[in-house]
C-alpha cells in the first residue's frame, strides 16, 4: 500500500533553494525502526522511543523511499534509526530491496561496531549506502565496559578493517576524549587511532572526537556524579551557554588532555577548511581536486564570499 507518512506539506523547494545556496545536498530522513534495547550509559534514547525494538515493515520503508524519488525527486536520505540493522535480517531485507527496486538514492546511516561487518557493509554499499557512522564512543575495556558499550576493543579494530575492505564506502568513527575509566594509554592509543584511521583510508576514513554530554535520567548522570564531575544541584537543561558547557564530561585528572583534544580539533577543522579553500582555488584554473571543506561549514563560506 501506500506509505503512510505524509510529505505533501512540505516546501519542497524552498528546502532545494537554500540547500543549493549554501552548496549542500538535500538529505531527507528515513526511520526504520524505533527503540534501542542496548544500555550506553549516556544516552537517553531507551527513555524518548522504549527498549523494545519496533520494526516498519521493510516493504513500507521501500515504498516510502520510492515516494520520494518519485514525487518529491528526493535523491539522497539518512536513516534515522538509533542504529541501522538491529535486527540483522529486517536490515538486510530493506538493503536487498532496495537493491531489487534499482532505486537512484544514496543514504547514510550510523551502526555500531559489531554490526560493520564486511558482508554487511558490501550489501548495504550495493543497496546504496555512500557513508556509515560507527558510535564507538570509548577505545580500550574499561571505559567500554563503564559506560554499558556492547562492542568490544577488538570489535572496533575490526571495523576498521571490515570497511577497509569494501571500495567506495566512507566511514566515521565517533569516539568521547576523556570518557569515564580512561587512561593515559588511552588517550595515546586514541591520538594513535586518529592517525591510523585517517591513514589507513585517505579521503574515506575519518575519526570523530567529541565530549560527552551529562543527559537526565542516564546512568551517566550517576556515574559523573559519583566521579565529582556533575555538582548535585546542576541544571541538566540550563537556557543559557555556560550552563550547557558544564554539563559535558571531562574525566577527573585528565583536564589536561581535554584541553589538548580542543586545541587537536581546532587544528584539524582549521587545516580541513584551508585544503578545501585550496581545491577550490585550483579548480578556478583547472586542476580539480576533491573538496575537503566539511559540509557543515561550506554553506558558511559561501555566506561570507557574498
Not at 550509559?41 to 516493504?59: E, F, S, V
Not at 565517533?174 to 593515559?184: I, K, L
Not at 586518529?194 to 575519526?207: K, L, N, Q, V, Y
Amino acid at each position: 500500500g501506500a506509505p503512510g507518512r505524509r510529505r505533501d506539506f512540505v516546501d519542497w523547494e524552498r528546502y532545494r533553494a537554500v540547500a543549493r545556496a549554501r552548496r549542500l545536498a538535500l538529505d531527507v530522513g528515513v526511520e526504520t525502526t524505533r527503540g534501542c534495547p542496548h544500555r550506553c550509559a549516556y544516552c537517553n534514547y531507551p527513555k524518548l522511543n522504549g527498549r523494545r525494538l519496533r520494526r516498519k515493515p521493510p516493504a513500507v520503508v521501500l515504498d516510502e523511499i520510492e515516494a520520494l524519488v518519485a514525487r518529491h525527486g528526493v535523491r539522497r536520505f539518512s536513516f534515522t534509526d538509533s542504529r541501522f540493522g538491529l535486527d540483522p535480517r529486517h536490515g538486510r531485507a530493506i538493503c536487498e530491496g532496495l537493491v531489487e527496486r534499482r532505486l537512484p538514492v544514496s543514504w547514510t546511516a550510523w551502526i555500531g561496531p559489531r554490526q560493520a561487518t564486511p558482508d554487511t557493509l558490501r550489501l548495504m554499499r550495493a543497496a546504496g549506502c555512500r557513508r556509515v557512522g560507527i558510535s564507538a564512543d570509548g577505545l580500550l575495556e574499561p571505559s567500554l565496559r563503564r559506560m554499558g558499550k556492547d562492542a568490544r576493543t577488538r570489535d572496533i579494530v575490526r571495523s576498521v578493517d571490515a570497511v577497509r575492505r569494501v571500495p567506495g564506502l566512507k566511514a566515521a568513527w565517533s569516539f568521547f576524549c576523556t570518557p569515564p575509566a580512561t587512561s593515559r594509554r588511552e588517550q595515546l592509543a586514541l591520538l594513535g587511532a586518529w592517525f591510523a584511521i585517517h591513514g589507513a583510508m585517505p579521503g574515506r576514513g575519518r575519526m570523530l572526537l567529541t565530549w560527552c554530554r551529562v543527559e537526565e535520567g542516564t546512568d551517566f548522570e550517576r556515574i559523573a556524579r559519583e566521579d565529582g564531575v556533575l555538582p548535585d544541584d546542576a541544571d541538566l537543561l540550563p537556557d543559557d551557554p555556560e550552563g550547557l558547557a558544564r554539563l559535558f564530561y571531562v574525566a577527573p585528572g585528565f583536564e589536561g588532555w581535554s584541553r589538548f583534544w580542543d586545541r587537536f580539533l581546532d587544528a584539524e577543522m582549521a587545516a580541513r577548511v584551508a585544503a578545501g579553500r585550496l581545491s577550490r582555488a585550483l579548480g578556478r584554473v583547472g586542476i580539480r581536486t576533491r573538496d575537503l571543506t566539511p559540509g557543515h561549514l561550506r554553506g558558511q563560506q559561501a555566506a561570507a564570499a557574498r
